[in-house]
């Protein structure tokens, strides 16, 4: 059995663009891909992704995708054993290395997928969609309820955020302060980068970061999936008076499971299997209410 997270968001059109149907969406991509395989792989910059239309959806159906980040030639792994060493993987011209993940787009507004050690994010099926059909989707973060109350409580006293950004034209909407700080930061040919701004451990104790500077970064905990790949804010904690952090990457709004795996592909779940239990969780939230009580940007500027 692998263990997986089933990772939850909330879609939404982008604005000033057409709206976002998923099942018509998936039907176009699945007429074009029969029509031409190679439209099912997108490449810029080094990095590769391709999607497979699992269903279309329609109804009150999710549309259903696989998402596969893969290695090029100066990227892939090589195997190793004790008595040779280190040798190529045989694979052929045509193939690649490559780590999955499984999406359900559901008409009312959600999505979800199971995430891995390995697993790429959705945000490569929104960047996939635009380069690819010039479709426009965001996909913003669903966190537990319990990660906004201790936010809430450190408003204020924020000592330090430590950061992990991907290059913001892989993101849907633009960005502002970080798009314009990233060449800066970054230069113009990485394509991911971490930082950490904040007060510095040595620093003085009752000193915080900037209300202006904090406003901005928690709108990009709540607004910035696509760009946002890591987030650790850390404060003093007003009702405890205590040091607390809270890691946006881990406080996700998510459903643990195990899956049954491929026996010709230990390492890979079984595509019914996987589908079902993410179906499975949207409805048992769903059903007790969970969405409801757990937002992203409303919950995070709450008064």
């Known amino acids: 059995?692998?263990?997986?997270?089933?990772?939850?968001?909330?879609?939404?059109?982008?604005?000033?663009?057409?709206?976002?149907?998923?099942?018509?969406?998936?039907?176009?991509?699945?007429?074009?891909?029969?029509?031409?395989?190679?439209?099912?792989?997108?490449?810029?910059?080094?990095?590769?992704?391709?999607?497979?239309?699992?269903?279309?959806?329609?109804?009150?159906?999710?549309?259903?995708?696989?998402?596969?980040?893969?290695?090029?030639?100066?990227?892939?792994?090589?195997k190793w054993d004790p008595n040779s060493s280190i040798g190529p993987l045989s694979l052929l011209a045509d193939e690649y290395p490559a780590d999955a993940t499984h999406v359900s787009i559901w008409p009312d507004g959600y999505c979800a997928?199971?995430?891995?050690?390995?697993?790429?994010?959705?945000?490569?099926?929104?960047?996939?969609?635009?380069?690819?059909?010039?479709?426009?989707?965001?996909?913003?973060?669903?966190?537990?309820?319990?990660?906004?109350?201790?936010?809430?409580?450190?408003?204020?006293?924020?000592?330090?955020?430590?950061?992990?950004?991907?290059?913001?034209?892989?993101?849907?909407?633009?960005?502002?302060?970080?798009g314009r700080l990233w060449p800066a930061v970054a230069g113009e040919e990485l394509p991911s980068v971490r930082v950490t701004l904040g007060m510095g451990r040595y620093g003085p104790k009752d000193r915080f970061i900037d209300q202006d500077l904090e406003d901005e970064l928690l709108e990009l905990a709540a607004n910035a999936s696509d760009l946002l790949t890591g987030m650790v804010v850390r404060g003093r904690n007003r009702r405890t008076n205590r040091a607390d952090q809270v890691n946006?990457?881990?406080?996700?709004?998510?459903?643990?499971?195990?899956?049954?795996?491929?026996?010709?592909?230990?390492?890979?779940?079984?595509?019914?299997?996987?589908?079902?239990e993410l179906d499975q969780a949207y409805k048992d939230f769903r059903q007790r209410g969970v969405f409801e009580a757990t937002s992203t940007a409303e919950l995070m500027h709450k008064e």
Do not use: C
């Open 113 to 178: 997928h199971d995430m891995g050690r390995y697993s790429p994010r959705v945000s490569r099926l929104s960047f996939f969609l635009r380069q690819r059909m010039l479709e426009y989707v965001q996909f913003d973060p669903l966190y537990n309820e319990d990660a906004f109350r201790r936010l809430e409580e450190m408003k204020g006293q924020f000592r330090s955020f430590d950061l992990a950004m991907t290059k913001p034209e892989y993101a849907t909407r633009d960005r502002g302060t970080f």
């Open 1 to 78: 059995m692998l263990k997986r997270k089933l990772v939850f968001y909330r879609w939404a059109s982008v604005a000033s663009r057409n709206t976002f149907e998923p099942s018509v969406v998936a039907e176009r991509l699945a007429q074009e891909i029969a029509a031409d395989r190679e439209y099912q792989m997108v490449e810029k910059d080094g990095v590769i992704t391709a999607v497979e239309v699992v269903d279309a959806g329609g109804g009150r159906e999710p549309a259903k995708f696989r998402v596969l980040s893969l290695r090029g030639v100066e990227d892939r792994p090589f």
């Open 248 to 276: 946006l990457l881990t406080e996700r709004l998510a459903a643990e499971v195990e899956l049954p795996h491929r026996t010709d592909i230990p390492s890979a779940p079984r595509v019914d299997s996987v589908f079902f």
